[in-house]
């Protein structure tokens, strides 16, 4: 694959890719387009063995799942309390209630267990198929459901307006 | 919150993705960077190849050598003082012609190695 094809196909799927990571860095922009720029490296580096068995978008998101898994691994989040770390996160405009949702989406978002995560942003924010998501998260469909169940159980606990 | 109004509240706010028309650039610049290693790389896989057959080829010319001058001066063993080297080279002097042989295969088997590399 050419340079100029890669970016081409980068730029349609920059936007999304850059929300999935958002979302699953809890709104810490910097952190995600740092893990977007070492997935689309690590994407284009690999690009010559992309055989085109699934769609260019769900083969990139693997890779940025897989490096935002190496990420977490990496950082310990404990370090840092979640409300200082939520709070960083916040949109500006603090005082509008677009930032207090996001605030608390953010904050339930981050006490998911990292699959049940990626389960709700791929299917609410990104509109994924489950077996897309499958893909994207190397398990079976089957324990997709699971997680996105488990996640939306989960989230109605935690998120409260 | 019931399961309908989760759903809704996810749907009503995907994350903004702030504006950032640095991105591409920086991809484009970490690719050039890329591009710059694999070119490094690619180099040092040729240069590494070069010597190896370099080194082959010298095998080769010097046992081509020592053949012809064994096979040229029957009496060469003479000017060892060891009769074990020359005990050996007794032994290997009828089948001189054959000694060849491997050391051809071995090159040609090494080309084709390095040709599917």
């Known amino acids: 694959m050419?340079?100029?094809?890669?970016?081409?196909?980068?730029?349609?799927e920059q936007e999304s890719l850059r929300r999935f990571l958002l979302a699953l860095c809890s709104g810490d922009a910097a952190l995600s387009d740092?893990?977007?720029?070492?997935?689309?490296?690590?994407?284009?580096?690999?690009?010559?063995?992309?055989?085109?068995?699934?769609?260019?978008?769900t083969w990139l998101f693997?890779?940025?799942?897989?490096?935002y898994i190496d990420n977490v691994r990496r950082v310990?989040?404990?370090q840092v309390p979640l409300e200082d770390r939520a709070a960083l996160r916040v949109?500006?405009?603090?005082?509008?209630?677009?930032?207090f949702r996001y605030q608390a989406l953010y904050q339930a978002l981050d006490r998911l267990p990292e699959k049940e995560k990626s389960a709700i942003v791929l299917f609410y924010f990104e509109d994924r198929s489950i077996r897309e998501m499958a893909d994207i998260l190397q398990i079976p469909a089957g324990t997709v459901k699971y997680h996105l169940s488990m996640g939306r159980n989960h989230l109605k606990e935690y998120i409260r307006l | 919150m019931n399961e309908k109004s989760i759903e809704e509240f996810l749907?009503?706010?995907?994350?903004?993705?702030?504006?950032?028309?640095?991105?591409?650039l920086e991809t484009?610049?970490?690719?050039?960077?890329?591009?710059?290693?694999?070119?490094e790389v690619d180099r040092q896989r040729r240069h590494?190849?070069?010597?190896?057959?370099?080194?082959?080829?010298t095998g080769l010319v010097v046992g081509a050598l020592l053949s012809a001058l064994v096979m040229l001066h029957p009496t060469l063993p003479d000017v060892f003082d060891s009769e074990a080297l020359a005990h050996v080279v007794a032994v290997l002097q009828p089948w001189k012609y054959y000694l060849l042989l491997p050391v051809a295969g071995c090159a040609i088997a090494l080309g084709l190695t390095l040709k599917i590399r």
Do not use: H, W
């Not at chain 1, 949109?91 to 930032?99: E, F, N, Q, R, Y």
């Not at chain 2, 484009?28 to 070119?39: A, L, N, P």
């Not at chain 2, 590494?48 to 080829?57: M, P, Y």
């Open chain 1, 91 to 99: 949109p500006s405009g603090d005082a509008t209630d677009a930032s």
């Open chain 1, 62 to 67: 693997r890779i940025a799942y897989n490096c």
């Open chain 2, 48 to 57: 590494g190849r070069i010597v190896l057959i370099v080194t082959l080829l």
């Open chain 1, 76 to 78: 310990r989040p404990e």
């Open chain 1, 34 to 57: 740092d893990i977007a720029q070492e997935a689309l490296v690590r994407a284009y580096v690999a690009s010559g063995s992309f055989r085109g068995l699934s769609k260019f978008s």
């Open chain 2, 11 to 24: 749907r009503e706010n995907k994350p903004a993705v702030p504006d950032d028309p640095t991105f591409i």
């Open chain 2, 28 to 39: 484009r610049r970490r690719m050039s960077e890329v591009e710059g290693i694999k070119g």
């Open chain 1, 2 to 12: 050419t340079q100029e094809r890669f970016i081409t196909l980068v730029k349609a």
